[in-house]
């Protein structure tokens, strides 16, 4: 069958795992050599933090090349974020909270109910073992697809919107519109492509996809491979 054909699935939220066994992974300038098209989205948005380099660990990076090798021609991959400090974790999560919390209509929820929904799209900051944000590891991306005359896709919202559209298989249920269809697609496209590789996707960002950290392997059932890096000069880049 071919993957346009097939819906992509509705899967939980990502739990905790506590399942490690780190290994050694070199972080990589996943633009050093311009296979992947690089389009940093948080020095766009002025985030204080953000990080113009893409830095990802090396098995993302040999992933990510096989991605685009087996995209259509016309086709190219951009990442939109990568490692994040985590100071750019912190800034995040307080620039979006009352976002989502709008959004949710979560004005009177306790925080613990605001938190576990707030975290569907930004990860708590915390360097609890076990809970760390996962861009802190350099195995999380934030992807989509462009033509190579420069036209992203159409995916049927914008990055960091932290809607229930943005969840990967929302336009599952969206039927007989030629546009739901179009995005439908293109979702679908990008969804296969990613995972063929190995990654994980995030179910409530159809851009984030996972290899070697806590969300990978709660999905997977592999062990952890990522430990945390939280600062830039730590980040040692070939």
């Known amino acids: ?24 992974s070199d972080f990589i300038d996943a633009g050093r050599a311009g296979e992947i098209c690089i389009a940093m989205q948080y020095p766009v948005l002025q985030m204080k933090h953000a990080v113009a380099d893409c830095f990802v660990r090396e098995e993302v990076y040999e992933r990510l090349l096989r991605v685009q090798q087996k995209l259509p021609e016309e086709l190219r991959l951009v990442i939109w974020d990568a490692w994040r400090p985590y100071a750019l974790q912190e800034e995040l999560f307080y620039a979006y909270s009352d976002k989502i919390i709008q959004e949710f209509g979560l004005q009177n929820a306790d925080k613990e109910q605001q938190n576990r929904i707030i975290s569907r799209y930004v990860c708590l900051p915390t360097r609890e073992k076990f809970r760390t944000p996962v861009h802190t590891t350099g195995g999380a991306v934030d992807v989509t697809l462009r033509t190579k005359d420069g036209a992203d896709l159409p995916m049927g919202t914008a990055f960091d919107e932290m809607t229930d559209r943005t969840h990967t298989a929302c336009y599952e249920k969206e039927t007989g519109e030629e546009q739901a269809a179009v995005i439908r697609r293109n979702r679908r496209l990008l969804y296969y492509a990613m995972t063929a590789e190995g990654f994980t996707n995030l179910p409530s960002e159809w851009w984030h996809y996972d290899y070697g950290d806590r969300f990978w392997a709660y999905y997977t059932g592999q062990q952890i491979m990522y430990d945390e890096v939280y600062d830039r000069e730590k980040v040692h880049a070939k």
Request: hydrophobic share 40%; with cysteine.
């Open 1 to 24: 069958m071919n993957m346009l054909d097939m819906a992509i699935p509705e899967i939980a939220e990502p739990q905790i795992c506590r399942n490690e066994n780190p290994v050694h």
